[in-house]
């Protein structure tokens, strides 16, 4: 059974930089992808960016240029640091595996509140 936890999350101004960890634990397969998801009040859950077992990375075309993903295989640990923070990039904050039989695990979510 896979568990993500997050962390990372919390206020901060615009313009300002947060940096989102997600470890994964568990019986994890020797190749998965992970990602960030985001969910804000009445919106749907979107994609954030996204690394595959072979390290290629995916963004959002919104976060573009300000957002980073990356991993730490050893530790079973995906990053997000994100800079440049907008208005806009309020929400909660999702962690997601999918492992090699393209089975999905999610995190509890952190939230991200960026205000002045």
């Known amino acids: 059974h896979v568990q993500l936890v997050e962390s990372g999350g919390g206020l901060v101004q615009p313009g300002g930089s947060l940096r989102l960890s997600c470890a994964a634990s568990?019986?994890?397969?020797?190749?998965?992808?992970m990602g960030w998801y985001r969910q804000a009040p009445g919106k749907q859950r979107e994609l954030v960016a996204s690394?595959?077992?072979?390290?290629?990375?995916n963004y959002a075309d919104s976060v573009k240029g300000r957002f980073t993903i990356s991993r730490d295989k050893a530790k079973y640990t995906v990053y997000l640091q994100m800079n440049s923070l907008k208005h806009e990039d309020t929400a909660a904050y999702y962690c997601?595996?999918?492992?090699?039989?393209?089975?999905?695990?999610w995190g509890r979510g952190t939230q991200v509140t960026v205000s002045s």
């Open positions: 568990g019986i994890i397969s020797s190749n998965y992808g």
């Open positions: 690394i595959t077992s072979g390290g290629s990375t």
């Open positions: 997601n595996l999918v492992d090699t039989w393209s089975r999905d695990y």
